[in-house]
């Protein structure tokens, strides 16, 4: 006599019970299995050595703490990525040293400002820096996602950064802005007077390019420069507009 489809049910999870607790019940895997499957695999790293977690109803909790804001990032995404995993409450504190705002600042900012030499891109990366209890928040303007993505994972790796804030915005793919960059950081750098700040690695003259409108960052070392950067761009053809945002060192930011 065959068994019915009704009655082999109450049998094979009888069954599974009897050998262990469920691993599997009808394709949803217990908080248990993915506890473990999260502290195994996921977190099995050195860098997530003082993480744990915890599993309810397929939520996993994240405690503890890392070294640096970017194993907290990674830690969400690679527990975001175990299959069962419904969603990630990440309460793991970044440890390490405090350091001062003003300092923690001027280390951030060293580090965006470096970020990307060799790419040929650095002067057209006009990114923001402010510091405020620890927690960074960057914005300007970057030349593509590359660049932003990469000014946030270099600024999540030093120590002393407590959180990281993405406003960065990222200018317009145009062939016609690119053209216009190439030609004003030519202008620019290429004056007699300007074409010593071209010796830094990090072009500390920023050019930024939103569908014909240039707007220049960064800091150079008088108002003769600062006038001269501005000239030498609105003499580039195709260029609507000019906004010099330069800064001269030692002078208190315009408002």
């Known amino acids: 006599m065959s068994m019915t489809r009704r009655s082999l ?4 999870v009888a069954g599974c019970m009897l050998v262990s607790p469920c691993t599997m019940v009808f394709g949803q895997t217990s908080d248990a299995d993915l506890r473990a499957e999260i502290m ?19 939520v996993a909790t994240l405690t503890g703490t890392v070294d640096v804001f970017d194993a907290k990032r990674r830690a969400d995404e690679r527990v ?7 969603g990630v409450d990440n309460e793991i504190e970044v440890a390490g040293p405090t350091i ?25 990366n006009a990114i923001s820096v402010n510091v ?8 300007g303007h970057a030349y593509g996602p590359v660049d932003a993505d990469s000014a946030v994972a270099t600024v999540a790796n030093i120590k002393g950064v407590k959180d990281v804030v993405n406003d960065i915005q990222v200018d317009p793919v145009s062939p016609i802005d690119d053209r ?15 074409n010593r700040y ?58």
Not at 101 to 124: I, M, N, S, W
Not at 202 to 207: L, M, S, V
Not at 212 to 240: C, E, M, W
């Open 198 to 255: 071209a010796i830094d690695p990090a072009q500390p003259i920023r050019i930024s390019v939103q569908n014909g409108h240039v707007t220049l960052y960064g800091v150079v070392d008088s108002q003769a420069d600062k006038n001269a950067a501005g000239i030498r761009a609105n003499t580039v053809p195709g260029v609507f507009s000019v906004t010099n945002d330069l800064q001269v060192a030692g002078q208190a930011p315009e408002k």
């Open 40 to 58: 195994n695999k996921a977190l099995n790293k050195s860098e997530f050595k003082g993480v744990q977690a915890s599993v309810h109803d397929g």
């Open 100 to 124: 001062p705002d003003d300092e923690l600042q001027q280390k951030v900012l060293k580090a965006v400002e470096y970020d990307r030499v060799g790419y040929r891109v650095t002067p057209f």
């Open 9 to 12: 049910i109450p049998l094979l």
């Open 132 to 139: 405020q209890d620890g927690v960074v928040t960057l914005g």
């Open 80 to 86: 975001h990525r175990v299959k069962g995993v419904k």
């Open 180 to 194: 216009i960059r190439i030609a004003v950081y030519r202008s620019v750098y290429g004056f007699t007077s300007l």
